[in-house]
């Protein structure tokens, strides 16, 4: 039995030398910021939740990835158990936070009691002709040019040294399930695509993913939901005009079955958009997957080396 069930990922946090620039990315990206003083930078999606992503100044890096507990209580017993403190969350929206230390070092923020932001208005989607299902009669379909609308922060991956170790250590704490565990060998696995327990509420196939590979531990990607396809096609092409880094995309995955489109920051972060992932619930089950399965595409280019 875990100390809690976490509902989701909230925020990644980074470090920048630079934060006008990282603000011109995320806009370009689809993010909106909400706070920028000369040392923080704070930018949310379209939903409810306040925060998406947080850029303090200093040398580039990852800084740490936060999860949304459902209640002061979790966070209270979360402390508890691991002799840590609850504290105020000095960010948009408030509440409270544990803040713990992964077996890789990495900072991991458990959150609750955030004041739900006012959600940014995203143009509702217009139904699509199929060959077999005609479902939009007499109206067009027009799709303003821009950046993406980002909703929410969807998942995370971090590169681990131990998967087994890390594994234990958020199934223990956080009550994430097994969605597809990525196996070379019966007896070696490298990695794990990990959902929340939301018991019957259906749930992304993926909140967190953990694999160990050749380069050690370290940041991975961060995944931020879109409104839907059109969504992330416009928002392609306003990265591609701004001259950003395209990383792997358009395509398909297997595992999850996203639509995905993976992009680098202005120091070489990568940050994903997606659409139409899977949702499982808690009674779905887990499965055993290989590489060929974690890497390859339903459609789309194949992944660059650099991948990961
Ligand atoms: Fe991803």
Not at 22 to 46: H, I, Y
Not at 73 to 102: K, Y
Not at 187 to 206: I, M, Q
Not at 242 to 256: F, P, T
């Amino acid at each position: 039995m875990s100390i809690l069930k976490i509902e989701d990922v909230a925020y990644v946090r980074f470090r920048a030398p630079d934060l006008a620039e990282m603000r011109g990315f995320l806009e370009d990206f689809g993010m909106t910021v909400t706070q920028a003083t000369p040392t923080r930078l704070v930018a949310r999606g379209a939903g409810s939740f306040p925060v998406a992503h947080v850029t303090e100044l200093g040398d580039a890096g990852f800084a740490g990835v936060a999860f949304r507990a459902e209640s002061l209580a979790d966070l209270q017993r979360l402390a508890a158990a691991e002799g840590a403190a609850v504290e105020a969350l000095d960010l948009p929206g408030g509440g409270s936070v544990v803040t713990l230390t992964d077996p890789d070092g990495h900072r991991v923020d458990v959150v609750a009691g955030q004041s739900p932001a006012a959600p940014l208005p995203v143009a509702k989607a217009q139904a699509w002709n199929r060959s077999d299902a005609r479902d939009r009669l007499r109206a067009t379909k027009r799709i303003a040019a821009g950046a993406a609308n980002v909703v929410r922060l969807g998942h995370v991956v971090l590169n681990v040294s131990n998967f087994r170790a890390s594994e234990q250590w958020y199934k223990d704490r956080l009550g994430f399930i097994t969605s597809d565990e990525i196996q070379l060998s019966p007896e070696f696995a490298l990695g794990a695509f990990l959902r929340c327990d939301r018991g019957e509420a259906p749930t992304d196939h993926h909140t967190l993913f953990l694999m160990q590979g050749r380069k050690g531990p370290g940041f991975n990607h961060a995944a931020y939901e879109v409104a839907d396809l059109d969504d992330l096609m416009r928002g392609h092409q306003r990265l591609r005009d701004a001259g950003r880094h395209a990383e792997w995309g358009v395509g398909r995955h297997i595992l999850g079955s996203q639509v995905f489109d993976y992009w680098r920051d202005p120091w070489g972060h990568t940050l994903e958009h997606w659409t139409d992932g899977d949702l499982f619930t808690a009674s779905d089950g887990s499965n055993i997957a290989s590489v060929q399965d974690l890497l390859g595409v339903q459609w789309g280019p194949p992944p660059p080396p650099t991948m990961g």
